[in-house]
């Protein structure tokens, strides 16, 4: 079993030595999404979950400090951070510490790697609407896990336990690591024979997934940061953001 904050120390261990040396050159804090320059040119983007921020006349009393301030400082609110936005800004960081390798497989839906079968279950953990009628075109059986009920009818506790033990194929966004629920998530599995972690969030550090059951990563780099951090700063989500990223994919077993 999988302690809470497994994942998110692992990745901090990671970057933490490669950002000792670098510094915050631009930061946004969007709607949708956090983004982050370094200055060495890199920069990585998290989601912002909706209940993330508090509200009143200080949401984050460090405003007007981080630019110019080292990267530890942002990447440290991983393991410290005391909500779900510190949490956001600390895995935009560690995605801007990290570099994909040459041949990092290439920009494809991610459910093409899936090879999905009429009568299969599918257990889809945050609502991925443009996956949904490409899943089910399959014959394959989906059940979403969701917890906003805005977006999707909500499951009972029971529904969604049986959904994570009997699925075949797991698809998890990975929000899950921004409201800590990855690892709740990932315990509740019984034996698919993928598992994937999904959204422009995502690490992309197989090694801090291992003994785990996950076995595809499928996140994104930023390929345009001038547009990507103004996006951020007007409001825009994904369909916007989306000319500007490479999505990545990463099999893992």
Known sequence: MLKSGTI??????????????????????????????LDNGAAGLAAVLP???????????EAGTYVGSSAVETLKYIVDGKNA???????????????????????????????????EKVAMVGLFAPLVERIRSTGATLTIIEKNPQRQELLSPEDKQKALKDCDVAIITAT?????TF?????LLGAPRSVVLLGPSTPLVPEIFRDTSVTHLGGAVI???????????????????????RFVNLLLK
């Open 8 to 37: 998110l120390n692992r990745l901090y261990e990671k970057t933490e030595p490669v950002a000792q040396s670098l510094r915050i050159a631009d930061l946004r804090i969007g709607l949708s999404y956090v983004g982050i320059k």
């Open 51 to 61: 209940e993330s921020a508090a509200r009143g006349c200080t949401v984050l009393k």
């Open 85 to 119: 936005l510190h949490r956001t800004i600390g895995v935009a960081t560690a995605n801007a510490l990290i570099l994909p390798k040459e041949g990092d497989n290439e920009d494809r839906e991610a459910t093409t790697y899936l090879n999905l079968q009429p009568g």
């Open 176 to 180: 899950t690591l921004l409201n800590d």
């Open 183 to 187: 690892e709740e998530t990932i315990n």
């Open 223 to 245: 390929a345009d940061s001038t547009k990507v951090l103004q996006i951020i700063s007007e409001g825009g989500g994904t369909p916007a953001l989306r000319p500007y990223l």
